[in-house]
Every structure is written in C-alpha cells, then in structure tokens.
Nanobody, 113 residues
Framework: QVQFVESGGGLVQPGGSLRLSCAAS????????MRWYRQAPGKQRELVAW???????NYADSVKGRFTISRDNRQNTVYLQMNNLKPQDTAVYYC???????WGQGTQVTVSS
C-alpha cells in the first residue's frame, strides 16, 4: 500500500526556517517524481514544489528562491527546506507522487510572531 508520512512542521517566527521530511513506502520511490503540496485554512490544496526522477526541480512562484526540494532515494524520503518563512506560508504540508489515491496526514507549519 502506498503511504506517505510527513514530519518536521512546527511554529516558527517570520524569517525562520524549517525542514520537512516525507517518508514514502509501498512503491519504487526512485522511479517516481515527487511533489510537496500545502493547504491553508479555507483554501484549496496547492502544489508548492516538485522534483523529477533525475533530481530536477520546479517551484510555485510564491516560494521560488525560498524553498528547496530534494530527495534521498536510498531512504525513500523527500525533503522540503523552507527558508525566510512568511505568515502566508502557514498551512498543512503534504507530499505525494503522481497517480497516488491516498494522502498522508500532513505536517502543520505555522509562521507567526
């Protein structure tokens, strides 16, 4: 069964940093692109960052230059390094892969002074 377990969220002040992790299982991790999404209260889930099989990456304009996605195929884990966090980054963050039917529980990121 495909599973995603996100961790690393928390409360941070504006300008601070967090590193999110997502442990994936139930599929051949190295053969899939991976994505990070977020969902703020009252808003739709949005795609934040994605990384290809070769390690190439892309970002939503709202996080470009501040967030970095990476992957460790030996650990079946995808990471999201978030720097210079802003209050508008507050959301529950999820990872996923294409064509997956389920989601993990997500990890809450709150940016507030």
């Amino acid at each position: 069964q495909v599973q995603f377990v996100e961790s690393g969220g928390g409360l941070v002040q504006p300008g601070g940093s967090l590193r999110l992790s997502c442990a994936a299982s139930g599929f051949t991790f190295s053969t899939y692109p991976m994505r990070w999404y977020r969902q703020a209260p009252g808003k739709q889930r949005e795609l934040v960052a994605w990384i290809g099989i070769s390690g190439s990456s892309n970002y939503a304009d709202s996080v470009k230059g501040r967030f970095t996605i990476s992957r460790d195929n030996r650990q079946n884990t995808v990471y999201l390094q978030m720097n210079n966090l802003k209050p508008q980054d507050t959301a529950v963050y999820y990872c996923n892969r294409p064509n997956a039917d389920n989601w993990g529980q997500g990890t809450q990121v709150t940016v507030s002074s």
